[in-house]
């Protein structure tokens, strides 16, 4: 399906609630094209965990389930229910599929807005059940790299402050290894180099604040404002021509944690009849 104004034309499959393409009036390709020769993935969204889990799999009340690696919306198909020029709406109930892996009543409601040249991503997850809830969510947009009409140009990341956060990763089985790294930013900011992720993803437990701006040097850039969501990661196959900017709510597990779901970091407890809500707004600057 597809939602436009002046400014944007956005495309969204309703296999996982994914955008498929975000592109200018001008024709200029802000998402990454899903080519599996690097990665088939474009802007998945992550839930009921966030990353990988022990022997792919989680403990919930004591009982252990199937959980594949960022969990099963991305492979879910979802309902349209609202289908207007510049506003889609698309919801996932919880049926007998997604009881194997997790035992919850939920509803699971994407809102996609444009605004100029912004896109507002919402995300509502409500528990219907009569219990707590436990889960992480995450979103995973993928970005050209480099920007329209950035090649040739430093390209680089920008907090909304001079932060310097340190950051961790992962070891071969997805599990988030105990070392700290030190800060790739330097007063806020991060000059981008493929090689930087020779070792996985950057894993920001603590997040980077509020925002965040990437941008060719002199050229375009795409601002990311979010809401709800204190983790942040980067990520790319190293030498692939995007980059990952993933705010979440939630992580893989830490090794030797153990399995439980409440054990994994920064989980939403959610009570029973209660929405969490979780926003990006992603703004598409070209400068030519």
């Known amino acids: 399906m597809r939602i436009a104004n002046d400014q944007l034309q956005v495309e969204i499959s309703p296999l996982g609630a994914e955008l498929q393409s975000i592109a200018s009036a001008g024709g200029d390709q802000w998402l990454w094209n899903g080519d599996p020769k690097w990665w088939s993935g474009r802007a998945p969204l992550l839930f009921p965990v966030v990353g990988k889990s022990p022997d792919n ?4 009340e004591g009982r252990r389930y ?12 979802f309902a349209v ?6 506003r889609a709406v698309l919801t996932l109930e919880a049926n007998a599929e997604t009881r194997d892996s997790f035992p919850f009543d939920f509803r699971f409601a994407v809102t996609f807005v444009l605004a100029g040249n912004s896109l507002l991503t919402t995300v509502e997850i409500t528990n219907r059940d009569s219990r707590d809830m436990p889960f992480g969510f995450g979103f995973h947009p993928a970005f050209s790299w480099p920007l329209p009409g950035g090649a040739g140009r430093r390209h680089y990341l920008k907090l909304a402050s001079a932060d310097e956060p340190g950051f961790e990763q992962l070891n071969a089985d997805g599990l988030i290894r105990p070392e700290m790294h030190p800060s790739p930013f330097r007063q806020g900011e991060m000059t981008l180099a493929h090689e930087q992720f020779d070792n996985d993803a950057l894993l920001f437990a603590q997040g980077v604040g509020p ?16 809401s709800n969501l204190p983790n942040f990661a980067v990520w790319q196959k190293p030498g692939a021509p995007y980059l990952c900017l993933e705010p979440w709510h ?6 030797g944690a153990g399995d439980a779901m409440t054990a994994r970091p920064s989980p939403t407890i959610l009570p029973p009849g209660q929405t969490a809500r979780f926003e990006l707004r992603s703004t598409f600057n070209r400068v030519r």
């Open 250 to 255: 939630g992580m893989s597990a830490r090794l």
């Open 81 to 86: 229910a609202e289908a207007g020029r510049d």
């Open 57 to 60: 799999a989680v403990s919930i």
């Open 211 to 226: 925002g965040i701006t990437f941008a060719a040097e002199g050229g375009s850039s795409v601002v990311l404002a979010w």
């Open 66 to 77: 199937p959980m594949q690696p960022h969990g099963f919306v991305r492979h879910s198909s």
